[in-house]
T-cell receptor, first 112, second 112 residues
Framework: NAGVTQTPKFQVLKTGQSMTLQCAQDMNHNSMYWYRQDPGMGLRLIYYSASEGTTDKGEVPNGYNVSRLNKREFSLRLESAAPSQTSVYFC???????????FGQGTRLTVV | RKEVEQDPGPFNVPEGATVAFNCTYSNSASQSFFWYRQDCRKEPKLLMSVYSSGNEDGRFTAQLNRASQYISLLIRDSKLSDSATYLCVVNPSGGNNNDMRFGAGTRLTVKP
């Protein structure tokens, strides 16, 4: 899938539980992203990383943390899941501003 | 006002029809523009970039109107396989200029 691995594909959490979504790319691109997609809302940016060791908040960062430990991997952590975080999460990466973005297959998360 | 707006549809058209989608954006300094396609329960994939001079790829034509701040996608001779949601993506300028802003998508169903 265009050199990107996103795990897990599905997850059900209880309110208050924590989890980490993993994303890894093998195309050696600098920019990596985490989005959530909700019905009627489109994809909304949670966090973004321009390069290894740097991260920036997007539109909806509250309740999430991220980690870019190396160029390949960008993880998203929910410390204390809430029902409002029920969504489909996509990681993405691309080489630069005007280039194609590649997406992971998505994680369907349900918080009960 | 949303930063990127699309008519959500759905557009239901017969095979062979021509269909057009518009997308408006609010940031007049936006740098680059794209159309992505997303199949049901799948990740978005690049359909085409949108250049200032307009561009065509087979049955698909994309145009940019900077004065009116919209981009368009025209699909000629619709096929059943064109059924999907089409996402408008805009790169805003500014501090976080590697960001991507998505419209909520326009759903297209092509019927026999």
């Amino acid at each position: 899938n265009a050199g990107v691995t996103q795990t897990p594909k599905f997850q059900v959490l209880k309110t208050g539980q924590s989890m980490t979504l993993q994303c890894a790319q093998d195309m050696n691109h600098n920019s990596m992203y985490w989005y959530r997609q909700d019905p009627g809302m489109g994809l909304r940016l949670i966090y973004y990383s321009a390069s290894e060791g740097t991260t920036d908040k997007g539109e909806v960062p509250n309740g999430y943390n991220v980690s870019r430990l190396n160029k390949r991997e960008f993880s998203l952590r929910l410390e204390s899941a809430a029902p409002s975080q029920t969504s489909v999460y996509f990681c993405a990466f691309r080489a630069g501003t005007n280039t194609e973005a590649f997406f992971g297959q998505g994680t369907r998360l349900t918080v009960v | 006002r949303k930063e990127v707006e699309q008519d959500p549809g759905p557009f239901n058209v017969p095979e062979g029809a021509t269909v057009a989608f518009n997308c408006t954006y609010s940031n007049s300094a936006s740098q680059s523009f794209f159309w992505y396609r997303q199949d049901c329960r799948k990740e978005p994939k690049l359909l085409m970039s949108v250049y200032s001079s307009g561009n065509e790829d087979g049955r698909f034509t994309a145009q940019l109107n900077r004065a009116s701040q919209y981009i368009s996608l025209l699909i000629r001779d619709s096929k059943l396989s064109d059924s999907a949601t089409y996402l408008c993506v805009v790169n805003p300028s500014g501090g976080n200029n590697n960001d991507m802003r998505f419209g909520a998508g326009t759903r297209l169903t092509v019927k026999p």
